[in-house]
């Protein structure tokens, strides 16, 4: 009896070992695993957050700087904010068109630095003050719409062609009237509810006010070249089989 005990104390003993021992042939592979995974970790990119602009920084050198200076401020600033990767070289005075998905008004001014900049589109960024950009003389297309930018005195002598201000919500839309090269203009889903000072806006070929609380529009329908009129869903009662052979026949 006491052999079979012993027997069977032994046959316990060999299970525990070999369980024991494959716990430890199946966990190197494991650890292996877990340590590749760790060191590629290093080959990704850098979270912008853990690395933020300093604007004020950038805008203060941009201030100081010489013309040369000032260039390399900003491909740096560009760089940082993802337009370009820095790969390849990059000539400030050949960037002609700029779309950013987050921006903030100290760093609109920086962009305002950009000598022949043409086109930009800060449409659903922070942005809410566009003072700076009156320094953009070349600029021809503008996109600020979902913003929550209130005054545009700055647009009044720039030679902008295009503008679009979906949904927002502006104090005073009376200096669009100023801006006597717009042919594209996109008021939709606005605040705006008088367009009395667009009488002398003679380049417009496109107008949208569709959703808006317009409702008088004698003073753009006269305009010479206005082909386009979207105003659905607007305030205005008209007869719209008149007004769209006013258009036609232009």
């Given at each position: 009896?006491?052999s079979?005990?012993?027997v069977?104390?032994?046959?316990?003993f060999?299970?525990?070992?070999?369980?024991?021992?494959?716990?430890?042939?199946?966990t190197?592979?494991?650890?292996?695993?877990?340590?590749?995974i760790?060191?590629?970790?290093?080959f990704?990119?850098?979270?912008k957050k853990?690395?933020?602009?300093n604007?004020?920084?950038?805008?203060?050198?941009?201030a100081?700087?010489?013309?040369?200076?000032?260039?390399?401020?900003?491909?740096?600033f560009?760089i940082?904010?993802g337009?370009?990767?820095?790969?390849?070289?990059i000539?400030?005075?050949?960037?002609?068109?700029l779309?950013?998905?987050e921006?903030?008004?100290?760093?609109?001014?920086?962009?305002?630095?950009?000598?022949?900049?043409?086109e930009?589109?800060?449409?659903?960024t922070?942005?809410?003050?566009?003072?700076?950009?009156?320094?953009?003389?070349?600029l021809?297309?503008?996109?600020?719409?979902?913003?929550t930018?209130?005054?545009?005195?700055?647009?009044?002598?720039?030679?902008?062609?295009?503008l679009?201000?979906?949904?927002?919500?502006?104090r005073?839309?009376?200096?669009?009237?100023?801006i006597?090269?717009?042919?594209?203009?996109?008021?939709?889903?606005?605040?705006i509810?008088?367009?009395?000072?667009?009488k002398d806006l003679?380049?417009?070929?496109?107008?949208d006010?569709s959703?808006?609380?317009?409702?008088?529009?004698?003073a753009?329908?006269?305009?010479p070249n206005?082909?386009?009129?979207?105003?659905?869903n607007?305030?205005v009662?008209?007869?719209?089989?008149?007004?769209?052979?006013?258009?036609?026949?232009?």
């Open positions: 009896m006491n079979y005990l012993k069977f104390i032994a046959l316990i060999l299970a525990s070992s070999l369980y024991l021992f494959k716990e430890e042939i199946w190197e592979p494991s650890s292996t695993k877990t340590s590749n760790d060191s590629t970790k290093k990704n990119a850098p979270d853990s690395n933020p602009i604007i004020k920084r950038i805008n203060t050198q941009l100081d700087a010489k013309p040369t200076n000032k260039k390399q401020v900003l491909k740096d560009l940082a904010k337009i370009f990767d820095g790969s390849s070289p000539d400030i005075s050949d960037i002609k068109t779309t950013f998905k921006l903030s008004n100290l760093e609109l001014i920086t962009v305002s630095h950009l000598p022949n900049l043409m930009l589109n800060i449409a659903g922070r942005v809410s003050e566009i003072e700076c950009l009156k320094s953009l003389q070349s021809k297309h503008l996109d600020i719409s979902n913003t930018i209130t005054n545009l005195r700055a647009l009044r002598d720039l030679p902008l062609k295009s679009l201000m979906k949904n927002c919500s502006v005073n839309y009376s200096s669009i009237g100023k006597k090269t717009l042919e594209h203009l996109d008021l939709s889903d606005s605040s509810e008088d367009i009395s000072s667009f003679e380049s417009l070929t496109k107008l006010i959703n808006t609380k317009v409702s008088n529009l004698s753009v329908i006269p305009l206005l082909k386009k009129l979207n105003y659905e607007s305030a009662v008209i007869d719209s089989d008149n007004i769209e052979l006013i258009l036609r026949t232009r």
